[in-house]
């Protein structure tokens, strides 16, 4: 869950920086409040990674920690509708991403998506879908996460909605 966060922290920092300040910016109109204009802005950034993670399927389900390395490829799109709302969409994709299991010397191809929706005026809702697959060597060692979460929260704070569906399967 700390990397949802983590998600949600980059995508409101790349809005803010890319689209915060806008060189016509508009004062108040008629004394009717701001003026916003609907703005859009796509990002492509490529994150080199090396992790170890465990692997309970591993070793004939003794397990084993598998070092991974290679690229994450995240593409950010960000709407300001012009009301004073933003509208995220993050994907993330591991591109060449392998390891080798430091028990076994399996082999293991990382593949899969993340991919997180938010939206906020005042109050924010939030859809995050991952899948997630560690493909190893040989019979009953392939990882596969799936979880979809979702959360919308008022504008006073209150949660009115929190919804975590998350599974892990060894095939």
């Known amino acids: 869950m700390h990397t949802k966060y983590l998600t949600l922290i980059a995508a409101t920092a790349f809005a803010m920086s890319s689209l915060g300040c806008q ?8 004394g009717s409040g ?17 992790i170890t993670k465990f692997v309970p399927c591993a070793n004939g389900g003794l397990g084993e920690d598998v070092s991974l390395s290679g690229d994450i490829h995240s593409v950010f799109h960000v709407t300001l509708d012009g009301s004073g709302g933003a509208h995220v969409v993050v994907i993330h994709n591991p591109q060449g991403v392998s390891g080798t299991g430091l028990t076994t010397g399996a082999k293991y191809q990382g593949v899969g998506t993340h991919q997180d929706v938010f939206n906020a005026t005042v109050g924010v809702e939030e859809t995050t879908v991952t899948t997630g697959q560690l493909i190893g060597q040989g019979p009953g060692n392939n990882l596969l996460i799936h979880d979809i979460l979702h959360t919308t929260v008022l504008a006073n704070g209150v949660v009115t909605s929190f919804h975590d569906n998350f599974s892990i399967e060894c095939r």
């Not at 060189?23 to 108040?28: I, K, L, Q, V």
């Not at 003026?35 to 492509?44: H, K, L, P």
């Open 23 to 30: 060189d016509n910016a508009t004062g108040p109109a008629g």
């Open 34 to 50: 701001p003026s916003f204009s609907a703005e859009t802005s796509t990002q492509i950034v490529v994150n080199a990674i090396s």
